[in-house]
């Protein structure tokens, strides 16, 4: 092993925790303006009752890492529109798209005026929630309605529990005994930059004791 030097492109924790799946999370603003942007920092939280949680950063934060380029170190560090959304309404749905939807996401990750329909831009539609106000997207294999529990302001980030009311699924996605299976999502998952990865092989294991 080698001591990587602190602070570099190398030691960014995207690199070194990755693939991780990509959320498409969808908002909805007091006055009805729908929005949704990718996420990969998230994370089940809490199995019984299910709470999950996820980190947003500003513009300016996910432009110097590449994702948004074109804000200078003299821009405003303005929130993301999500953010905006979230402090409005108070919920959100954590949809997963397969990874044939790749350039619709990449659509959804511009830096859109705030208030414009990324989702209708990204070509992707929108259903109702059953729950919440924010809506779900329609081409989604899964998807989980959130309301807000707890955000955690770390400086720089904001991580963002919520709860989860209700979940949809694509029954193509069930196994026989009406479980998820991810593998049969076909999720879309980010290495860093501009690599993704879809789903590899999987290997079985049967566990002595499968104790969470
Ligand atoms: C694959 C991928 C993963 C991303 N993950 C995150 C993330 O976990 N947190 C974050 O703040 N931004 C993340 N971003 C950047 C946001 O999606 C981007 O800033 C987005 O435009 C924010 O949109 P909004 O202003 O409509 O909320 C990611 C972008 C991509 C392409």
Wanted: aromatic fraction near 8%; charged fraction near 25%.
């Amino acid at each position: 092993m080698v001591a990587l030097p602190p602070g570099t492109r190398e030691t960014n924790i995207t690199r070194l925790i990755a693939p991780r799946p990509i959320a498409l999370i969808s908002t909805v603003s007091t006055d009805g303006a729908v929005n949704a942007a990718p996420f990969s920092f998230f994370t089940p939280v809490r199995y019984s009752p299910p709470t999950l949680c996820f980190s947003i950063g500003t513009k300016k934060h996910s432009s110097q890492h590449g994702y948004q380029p074109g804000l200078t170190e003299e821009s405003p560090d303005l929130p993301k529109d999500t953010w905006r959304n979230l402090c409005d309404t108070n919920d959100f749905v954590m949809n997963f798209v397969s990874a044939d939807l790749l350039e619709a996401v990449i659509v959804t990750n511009k830096r859109w005026p705030y208030g414009v329909d990324e989702i209708a831009k990204s070509g992707l539609g929108v259903e109702a929630s059953t729950k919440i106000k924010a809506p779900r997207i329609r081409e989604a294999k899964l998807a989980l309605e959130c309301v807000v529990a707890k955000t955690v302001d770390l400086g720089g980030q904001i991580v963002v529990f919520g709860d989860v009311v209700q979940v949809h699924a694509d029954p193509q996605i069930l196994d026989e005994d009406g479980k998820v299976n991810c593998l049969k999502a076909d999720p879309l998952m980010h290495c860093f930059e501009d690599l993704f990865v879809k789903m590899g092989d999987s290997i079985r294991r049967t566990l002595d004791r499968y104790n969470f």
